[in-house]
Structures are given as C-alpha cells and as structure tokens.
C-alpha cells in the first residue's frame, strides 16, 4: 500500500494564480480531510468529507474549494492564491469512526 | 486563551535522558488525547492514543492524561538520538475521526 500520496510536494506560485493539490488514499478511507500548518499555529482544518459525494468545511475554508468524485481521491483548489496561503499542507485519511489519522508527505506552497 | 497549548520548545535534552512534553487544554468536552510525531519535512504519524483519564504505556513511551487539570503528558523514556522530532498533541470530541484540534508542536532534539 501507498498509504496516502500528495502532489505536488513543492509549488511556487504568484498571488492570484490557481491551483489544486492532489491527495489520493489506497486504503479505502471513508474520511479524508485538508489541514495546513503555519509555524505556531499547529494543524488547522480546511475541509473534510465523510465519503464520496459529502464534503464539509473545517477551521480555515475560505479561498479553498474541494470535491469528493471517488473515495480514493480528495483534490484541494486554491482559486486565487493570495500570500496568506503560504503553508505546508497535509492531507489526511481514516476509517470513519477511528481517530487514528494517516497523513501524507505534504505540500510546501509558496505565493509570492 | 488558545484552545491547546504547548511549549514550542526547541527541547534539547542527552540520549537516555527521561523526556517530558506537555499539553494544556480548554475545552472539558474532549474525551480522546492523541500523541503524533512529526519528523522534518514529513507527515506527522501517530504516536499514542488514549481515552479520557489514565496513563497508556507503549515500549518506551508513556501517555498520561490528567481532565480534572485539562493537561496530557507524555514521556520518552531512554531518549534515542531518532527520537529527535516534532511531537504534536491532538484531542478529540469524539471518535468519528472528525473534530480534531492539534496543538502547534514541540520540537526535541536528542543528542548523542
């Protein structure tokens, strides 16, 4: 198993340009979730799903958008990246009903 | 006052010292206490979970959980050089997977 992947792990981009980060699970997770994390600031959420068809907001949504087509995949879309969103981020997934979460590599995004 | 918080460290300590992180917490609704560790440019793994009060030993680590003080602990005992990492707190309503709040980290430096 790949267990969980993100793509890109790096990506500069310039403020308002767009993009969407990848996240794919071959664990048959039903919940798959966005965090970012800023320095002193830990892991906050962005969105999440339940499974495929269901998503939801979390902490921090605002200038992100997600979908949930399949189970495996949960793609992040940043719409007009802004230099606030300047972060690294990190999917996760688990089995509904457990909250050991796995977490992919992450992704280092700069927005100049 | 942030809902978790913990000392950013950095924490140096010498190999087989006894390591002792800490976490504070507010909301006395949470019931599920989580240990990841996070090494450098990686996703964080999960470390130790516990349920409500109580002490949870793995090996050399030891999770304790205090809810009548809001405060969860954890320690390292015989610190090994690969200990060296960010260890994150996180604490959960329940046990859907959802709800997580982390805490923002401490880094441990174990040197040989």
């Known amino acids: 198993n790949a267990g969980v992947t993100q793509t890109p792990k790096f990506q500069v981009l310039k403020t308002g340009q767009s993009m969407t980060l990848q996240c794919a699970q071959d664990m048959n997770h039903e919940y798959m979730s966005w965090y970012r994390q800023d320095p002193g600031m830990g892991l906050r959420l962005i969105h999440y799903?339940?499974?495929?068809?269901?998503?939801d907001q979390g902490e921090v949504p605002n200038g992100y958008n997600v979908s949930r087509s399949t189970t495996e995949d949960f793609p992040l879309r940043l719409l007009s990246a802004a230099p606030s969103q300047t972060s690294v981020y990190f999917c996760a997934s688990s089995y509904t009903g457990s909250n050991e979460q796995f977490f992919g590599p992450g992704t280092r995004l700069t927005v100049l | 006052q942030k809902e978790v918080e913990q000392d950013p460290g950095p924490l140096s300590v010498p190999e087989g010292a006894i390591v002792s992180l800490n976490c504070t917490y507010s909301?006395?609704?949470?019931?599920?206490f989580m240990w990841y560790r996070q090494y450098s440019r990686k996703g964080p793994e999960l470390l130790m979970y516990t349920y409500s009060s109580g002490n949870k030993e793995d090996g050399r680590f030891t999770a304790q959980v205090d809810k009548s003080s809001k405060y969860i602990s954890l320690f390292i005992r015989d610190s090994q050089p690969s200990d060296s990492a960010t260890y994150l707190c996180?604490?959960?309503?329940?046990?859907?997977?959802?709800?997580?709040?982390f805490g923002p980290g401490t880094r441990l430096s174990v040197l040989p």
């Open positions: 799903s339940v499974g495929a068809g269901i998503t």
């Open positions: 909301n006395s609704a949470f019931q599920y």
């Open positions: 996180a604490m959960s309503l329940d046990n859907y997977g959802q709800n997580f709040v």
